[in-house]
């Protein structure tokens, strides 16, 4: 893993010194034609969590989990003849984890195949802007690969803002067709589970789920601007995991069987506002319902506070709280006359707190005197859940212009 | 019975309806050249890049997703 954070960091580092002597891109007064690099960003970063409620084992047994992940963006620009300014964004993430649940679905092997995966994650976008009529339409494909589960994603976005230019109005469409390979435990598997000897054999099912999004965002004064934002999503296939284990009150086990529908409706709020000239508030608000009987509400507020016009502090908080599914129990409480069943205390009801604090570095002469490491962002939290669930996260951004 | 369930409901709802009303409407139109405060990096009204890998933690430990102008869908999350 070391070689491969080292790998992406080298190769970021070799196409941006390709980039050196660029000339300066343009400006107000000149639009490139040509397709132009605009900049690039390469997010990494460590997970780790702990906790004694795997949904593998049943809600029981270990949860510890630890997580590298490594995204790089980069942006190219160019405006055609009508004067409209079009941005593509190509992006890959690996992510690679070691999981003790996972390790589980055999629970005789102590490091089976399933202890570890990779998965890699890229994607494309195109906006076109007009500036004029203040409009942007855009469209995106994405796709994920690991080794029990597919997806393929696609996008397309509107945008128009209004007269004043002070509000904003966005409509997004997303669709994801997933596919989840039937990995059984071990001791449930009857011919159909797949075959340990050959890993390509797994059969799979389809899970794939639409959405629709509608934001408006708004300035109110010079110092204030709002957004709310509305989804509505809809899944349809196999919704619960095939290697999740749920034990009965009469000490029987099956597999987690959950609706092959969910309905999900988050609504969302934003404010950002800036007190006098170097602290910033932000804040965000979701409510969220979905047709499972989860309800949840989460408050998230962060400080960004300007220690000199290139260095910034950012404390932050967040609490979550949820209910649980209606098909939820813990380990052996659940009934076996019941139609639908999870263990996954994913989906039970608790309360969690993120806080932490990240710096931004963003010196005129570029970070480490590198003038294009344009940004240096570095951010670390804390995360605990009332039913023992604990992580933490550090993560870096640079950005690259 | 209803009814008397639903009047909490409505009564946040008509809070949060007044609240927006009266929020969009002390507006004041600000120009470009007044846009310095609303223009800094910090001031966008999204996630941060850096938050990528948080988004996607939280919403696999967690019930609830969405609204936040992230994905809605793909990624297992599974461990």
Redesign the interface.
Known sequence: MKKICLGVVGIVLTFFSAYAQTPQKDSSTYKSRKLTFDEA?L?S?Y?K?EGNNAA?TGGIGSQK?S?I?N?I?VKFIKWDRKDRKHSFDLEVGLDH?T?A??DQVDLKANSSASHADT?I?PSVSWLIENEKNGTTIGAGL?S?T?F??Q?I?ANINFSKKTN???GEFTAKA?A?I?K?SLIYPTELRSGGGGDDDDDDDYATTARN?Y?G?L?Y???????L???????L?S?KGLLS?P??RVYFNDNSVQKENLPDTRM?I???F?A?Y?IGDKV?L?S?Y?Y?H?DWG?T?H?VEVEA?V?VTPFF?I?PFYRY?K?TA?DYFAPYKTHISSNQYYTSNF??SAFN?N?YGA?I?L?PPKGVFGIQQLNML?L?Y?H?T?TNG?N?D?V???LKFK | MKLVKLKPKVNRLAVVAVS?VA??S?????K?Y??N??N???????S???????S???S??????????G??????G??
């Not at chain 1, 965002?217 to 110092?223: E, K, L, P, V």
Request: proline share 1%.
């Open positions: 960003n997010v970063s997970y969590q593998v989990l997580d992940s995204t963006d984890y999981s649940s996972s998965r994650f994405s994920s690991e029990d589960y997806s994603g004043n230019r002070n997303q994801f997933d989840v789920s959405s999004s934001s965002s708004q300035i109110i004064n010079q110092r601007q709002i957004m709310f934002i509305a989804d999503i899944q995991l290697f999740y999900k988050p609504l969302g934003r950002n800036f910033i932000r965000f979701r969220y979905d989860l949840a989460t960004p300007k910034s950012t979550y949820q599914v994913d989906l969690s993120f990240g931004r963003t962002e951010r939290g995360y859940r669930l992580s996260i993560s870096m951004n | 927006a929020i969009l002390s507006c004041t139109t600000v470009e007044q846009k405060k609303l800094d990096g910090e001031m966008t009204l999204s941060r890049k850096i938050q990528k890998t948080e996607s933690f939280q696999y430990r967690e019930g609830a997703s969405g609204a936040n102008g994905k809605t869908g793909g990624g297992c599974c461990n």
